[in-house]
């Protein structure tokens, strides 16, 4: 059976995992947010400093370009979350981490398998597999 050996909660941190910045929102002189939105790919979440640097906007939209060879060899798009640009990063990833786990704040598991049959049971939700 799975066992949790520990976890840890952060609280409610945003870090992008591309630079590890927090990525302070910026306003512009009449307060508009001029670094909203981000994206998460997969597990990962990507401020939209990163975004506007590895090109997944265009024209300042989201832009599916960059991971078009990803698609064509099998990543799913739905894996592929866009965050709103009206919003900070922070923002966004709170909401996304609420929707997603129930919880804004960060939190890391250690858990540990008799077998790597009983690993993949439980990356794929065979609750059946999983001990607390």
């Given at each position: 059976m799975a066992q949790e050996i520990s976890t840890t909660n952060y609280g409610e941190i945003f870090?992008?995992?591309?630079?590890?910045?927090?990525?302070?929102?910026?306003?512009?002189?009449?307060?508009?947010?001029?670094?909203?939105?981000?994206?998460?790919?997969g597990?990962?979440?990507v401020c939209p400093d990163c975004c506007d640097q590895y090109e997944y906007y265009k024209d300042g939209k989201p832009s599916y370009d960059k991971f078009q060879e990803d698609?064509?060899?099998?990543m799913r798009k739905d894996s592929i979350i866009w965050y709103d640009r009206n919003k900070s990063f922070a923002e966004n990833g709170r909401?996304?981490?609420?929707?997603?786990?129930?919880?804004?704040d960060l939190v890391t598991s250690f858990?540990?398998?008799?077998?790597?049959?009983?690993?993949?049971?439980?990356?794929?939700?065979?609750?059946?597999?999983k001990e607390k």
């Open positions: 870090i992008c995992d591309y630079c590890n910045s927090e990525c302070s929102p910026r306003y512009d002189d009449d307060g508009v947010l001029t670094n909203g939105g981000g994206v998460v790919i597990s990962y979440a698609i064509d060899n099998g909401e996304y981490r609420i929707k997603t786990y129930g919880t804004p858990v540990s398998f008799d077998s790597d049959d009983e690993f993949f049971n439980y990356l794929n939700g065979d609750v059946n597999d």
